[in-house]
């Protein structure tokens, strides 16, 4: 008789995680619940007790066993140290990715593997398929919900090792699923915000590590027109967190359109005809790009990217030349970060991506 394969399946407390867990048990797998435990700061309320019982009852419903596996110095070395350094230098990053890259399938997946697991699992909304011996990442079909934007750092070796057992169902039929398999988590709200620690005021938590350093706000004339709390708080396109004090200025559709560290500043429009400028941009560097694929790609090639989640994918061309490698857009691209990735599609198919280093 066949032994089944062992899946140790990332279990978070939410709906998803928790029907790629009972999808997996129905399907046969030998499978463990896994609550990853990461650090938490002080001044924050403490959620992570409450979903590691709700992990817990979900296992103990779908008769699993459940583990907790400690992962705290990664997360807070490479995931929250890595964001504050950023924001520090006035980039914006995107955590989620590195806490994929460095919690969910680094330490997580080598923890899993060293304990015997053949796979690991998660409730992403992303899919896997092995062509010609590789294997590629594609988009989830609930194109509402994709997460494979989140998920370009992932490697050969890793997609060999991983699962998503609801990359191929929209989220009103995981929530089905839910009731069917009567989970705990079936009409549980989704999670928003940081990832692991959730719903939080970046800026509030940032303060913590960041001195707030008052500056001006400038409008499209470079007169004062506000002050605000510090330019490295600020995104491009952010709408709110800065105080307007003149009168002739104030209007509810301003927003950053530039940021100057330096003399920290940060200047804001109300119409992006007026930013068009300093705000809209048709080039990205990027010095490196990770390919999830080692196939040869011959440059120039058309391609498509997103530069933010849940973005609608942006015809462009990608060029590599000595210095690295640079994306040039069809169209303008409105608000872009330097910080944030860009990630690069061939049809449904993720290729991979990058942290944007500089806009033109």
Same mark, same amino acid.
């Given at each position: 008789m066949n032994k089944k394969p062992k899946v140790f399946v990332g279990v978070s407390g939410g709906v998803d995680s928790s029907v790629a867990l009972a999808l997996l048990k129905k399907d046969g797998y030998d499978v463990t619940g896994v609550f990853l435990k990461v650090w938490h700061p002080d001044f924050l309320p403490c959620e992570w007790k409450e979903e590691r019982r709700s992990a817990m009852r979900v296992c103990a419903t779908m008769e699993v066993p459940f583990m907790t596996i400690d992962c705290e110095t990664e997360y807070k070395k490479d995931v929250v140290d890595y964001m504050i350094r950023e924001y520090s230098l006035g980039r914006v990053p995107n955590p989620d990715v590195f806490c994929n890259k460095y919690v969910k399938f680094g330490v997580f997946l080598k923890k899993a593997l060293e304990m015997g697991a053949d796979f690991i699992a998660t409730g992403h909304y992303a899919q896997k398929y092995e062509h010609t011996n590789k294997y590629e990442l594609k988009e989830g079909v609930d194109k509402n919900k994709d997460q494979s934007y989140f998920l370009y750092t992932l490697n050969q070796e890793q997609l060999q090792k991983v699962l998503f057992p609801i990359g191929h169902l929209t989220k009103p039929e995981v929530r089905k699923l839910a009731l069917k398999f009567k989970l705990p988590t079936a009409t549980k709200k989704d999670s928003q915000g940081l990832c692991f620690i959730g719903k939080v005021d970046m800026k509030d938590f940032l303060s913590h590590y960041i001195e707030i350093k008052r500056g001006d706000v400038l409008n499209t004339k470079n007169e004062v027109i506000g002050y605000h709390d510090g330019a490295m708080f600020y995104t491009i396109g952010q709408r709110h967190g800065f105080t307007i004090t003149s009168k002739s200025n104030d209007g509810p559709r301003l927003f950053v359109i530039s940021k100057d560290l330096e003399q920290n500043t940060i200047k804001v429009a109300d119409k992006e005809s007026d930013a068009s400028e300093v705000y809209s941009v048709k080039e990205l560097f990027l010095p490196e790009i990770h390919f999830i694929s080692d196939t040869d790609i011959t440059f120039p090639c058309k391609i498509s990217a997103r530069i933010r989640y849940r973005q609608e994918k942006q015809e462009c061309t990608l060029e590599k030349?000595?210095? &690295?490698?640079?994306?040039?857009?069809?169209?303008? /691209?409105? &608000?872009?970060?330097? &910080? /944030?990735?860009?990630?690069l599609y061939d049809g449904e198919v993720c290729l991979g991506g990058g942290v944007i280093e500089k806009t033109n």
């Open positions: 030349k000595t210095d &690295g490698f640079h994306i040039l857009f069809n169209e303008s /691209q409105n &608000g872009v970060p330097v &910080g /944030q990735s860009a990630v």
